[in-house]
């Protein structure tokens, strides 16, 4: 049982890898739309690629959603509007004005006559408003025909009348003032027009819940088809256009062979098929990691990282499609390598980017126009985005992306449609959001350097400040080594500026690189002031272990004062598994008849893995060397260079670095350029 445990804890990266690619693959397969695939791929427009095509069983056309909408507007134009009509009210009004008559009754002021005469004009313009009836002000303005007719729901039985013919407000107001001209003197006109204006309300309202009912039941009766294709009918010749009808019955085929294919019985099988699709994705990026980025492959807290930024990613996207796919464009998936190259490189973040786009191509409508965007646009973002510590950098990035997804799809648009009048202006605001979405991974890049513990460009900014308390600690204990390593980081900046490496992360580990001098400061000549050189005093064997031992004490210090891996990684790699040449030769020389072990003067290593760290080992070599030049001049100083390097090439040193030949002559020119600078004689100045 306890060697069982124990294989288990031997194999636990393995075991935890396994898990997370399950469950990451069940993850995305859960997040795939729950319909099956066509087997053609059309769009309005192009040449019919395939075949000819022939039905494979009987199907309706179905009616496109516009024909659909044109015809719900249709039915909401041409639906009646119904009104109620309030009798209640009706009743009020004929009580309050007996009311006010029987007021006026009790007053001696007005002659019988003119009584009679109120009540009489009275009646007749209540009958007269509530014939058909008095609008309320508020729905006034629900018809705009004003000779259209309306249906009015009185006592349960409806009546369809002219809408004019209800009265309003002004209409009640006129036919007051007409009625009172005569028979009365302007005082009493004005007393029996408040009376009567305060009296008559409305009783007719808009039904606005019976209306849309109504109109709701007119909706449901639309046929969502427009005819019928037999089992056997040619649909479209090979070569065609894609367009009108061809086109519906197209669309209609694939919607019935989608829900055909995805039964019950089928369901399985097509969830079997998404997850070997989907594994295959994953499984690829694992396989990149561990042939090309195997110390990433090797550390899960990377490899965890990198899955989820793919996963996130994918479920934005869901997200987004299943609110509303026509805000599919906005999700900024150019975070993704922004991300991955501000961590790790531009090859990771290019090949994590086309992965998730193309599982991503299950997911959204129009796939082949949203792969070939997101891949182009994700290009364009490896090719620019770079230095994310200069704030002006991101913002041209980003601009330039913008740019080619507006290019991009103005492209596809002319394509489909023939012409540049139908182009969506909606998608251009989209990739607008889209790139302002796009400084969100500075925030992300911050999140995650404190919660997966990587680092950027940013925090390499910060550690490359030469007050870091690292750092002064340097250059008060070994001044000698602070010198050499800002010397080391400017010839590394400029040389990985000239092959287009990353230079802010090889001179942030040029400034760090010898920190385990800080241990043995005198036993490096650079620090050697007086003139004492303590290695007389000990064998060449105990000068090679103090020498070689700077690397390890270097590491040690990094983790103490919690350096990066980044930066560890330089100061691991900057001798490789080169020797203590001065101290080998001395110690053969010292027992000529005895085999010497090698490995006793050699440095642990590892090799150089990337450019940068290349770059590194040729600058801190050829800086160091070059001090030993009694007169450096530009051939010695290129000779020695040649043969500093040439030493290197043959160790195998770069063999893991995947630098070339030609940038490894690149980085020569530069440093022999840079140094014959740094030695250049004065002219003499007379005492």
């Not at 808009?206 to 294709?229: C, H, L, M, P, Q």
């Not at 002006?392 to 489909?416: D, E, P, R």
């Not at 080594?481 to 990985?496: D, G, R, Y």
């Not at 050189?533 to 060449?540: E, F």
Request: aromatic residues 12%; proline residues 2%.
């Amino acid at each position: 049982m306890s060697n069982f445990v124990n294989k288990l804890y031997q194999k636990n990266t393995i075991i935890y890898k396994v898990i997370l690619f399950l469950i990451t693959t069940v993850a995305i397969v859960y997040l795939f739309p729950k319909g099956g695939q066509f087997k053609y791929d059309f769009n309005n427009g192009q040449l019919w690629k395939y075949d000819n095509l022939y039905a494979p069983f009987d199907f309706a056309v179905q009616k496109s959603e516009a024909e659909i909408k044109i015809e719900k507007q249709r039915i909401e134009a041409n639906s009646k509007l119904f009104f109620i009509y309030n009798k209640a009210a009706v009743v009020a009004v004929n009580t309050a004005f007996e009311k006010s008559v029987q007021t006026l009754l009790l007053s001696d002021s007005l002659s019988i006559d003119q009584k009679i005469l109120f009540n009489k004009i009275g009646v007749e313009i209540i009958n007269e408003v509530y014939k058909e009836g008095f609008l309320a002000t508020i729905s006034q303005n629900i018809v705009a025909n004003k000779d259209a007719l309306i249906s009015i729901t009185k006592e349960n039985v409806v009546k369809d009348i002219p809408f004019k013919n209800l009265y309003n407000s002004n209409k009640v107001l006129k036919i007051i003032t007409a009625n009172l001209e005569i028979g009365f003197n302007e005082f009493r006109r004005k007393q029996f027009f408040n009376i009567l204006s305060d009296i008559i309300k409305p009783n007719i309202t808009y039904d606005a819940d019976f209306t849309e009912k109504v109109i709701d039941n007119e909706t449901r009766k639309i046929s969502y088809t427009k005819g019928k294709v037999s089992s056997g009918e040619l649909i479209i010749l090979k070569g065609d256009i894609v367009e009108g009808k061809k086109l519906a019955v197209l669309s209609s085929l694939k919607s019935e062979s989608e829900s055909k294919v995805w039964t019950e019985s089928n369901y399985n099988w097509i969830i079997l098929g998404y997850t070997i699709l989907v594994a295959l994705a994953l499984l690829m990026l694992l396989l990149f990691l561990k042939k090309y980025r195997e110390e990433i492959y090797n550390n899960n807290n990377k490899v965890t990282f990198i899955f989820f930024n793919v996963f996130s990613m994918i479920f934005i996207q869901t997200l987004v499609i299943n609110y509303n796919a026509d805000y599919l464009y906005v999700v900024p998936l150019s975070v993704l390598p922004i991300i991955l190259k501000a961590f790790f490189d531009a090859r990771l973040g290019l090949f994590a980017h086309v992965l998730t786009v193309l599982l991503l191509g299950y997911v959204v409508p129009n796939s082949f126009e949203f792969i070939y965007l997101h891949i182009i646009a994700g290009i364009v973002t490896i090719l620019t985005v770079s230095e994310l510590y200069k704030r002006a950098n991101l913002f041209i990035s980003v601009a330039q992306i913008t740019g080619i997804y507006m290019l991009t799809y103005f492209a596809f648009s002319i394509i489909k449609e023939g012409n540049a009048s139908q182009i969506n202006v909606d998608y251009f605001i989209l990739f607008g959001l889209n790139g302002l979405l796009s400084f969100l991974s500075i925030i992300l890049i911050y999140i995650y350097e404190k919660v997966f513990g990587l680092v950027s460009d940013v925090t390499l900014l910060e550690l490359s400040n030469t007050n870091t308390e690292l750092l002064r600690a340097l250059n008060e204990k070994a001044p000698g080594t602070f010198q050499h390593s800002m010397q080391v980081a400017n010839l590394a900046e400029a040389a990985a500026n000239e092959i287009g490496a990353n230079s802010m992360l090889v001179r942030t580990g040029a400034l760090y690189h010898d920190i385990g001098k800080m241990v043995n400061p005198m036993y490096f000549t650079e620090n050697q002031t007086t003139g004492v050189n303590p290695h007389h005093d000990l064998s060449p064997k105990d000068s090679a272990k103090i020498i070689t031992d700077h690397v390890i004490k270097g590491v040690e210090i990094a983790k103490k004062y919690n350096l990066p891996d980044r930066i560890i990684d330089f100061i691991r790699t900057h001798h490789g598994t080169s020797t203590t040449y001065y101290f080998l030769m001395k110690e053969k020389e010292m027992n000529p008849d005895t085999d010497v072990d090698i490995k006793k003067f050699q440095y642990q290593g590892p090799n150089p893995f990337s450019k940068e760290t290349a770059i590194l080992m040729m600058c801190d070599a050829a800086e160091a060397a070059s001090k030993s030049l009694k007169i450096p001049t530009a051939q010695t100083i290129s000779d020695l260079i040649d043969r500093i390097i040439e030493k290197q090439m043959s160790d195998n040193q770069f063999l893991n670095s995947d630098i070339t030949f030609k940038e490894i002559e690149t980085i020569k020119k530069v440093i022999k350029k840079k140094l014959l600078s740094m030695y250049h004689l004065r002219v003499e100045y007379p005492e």
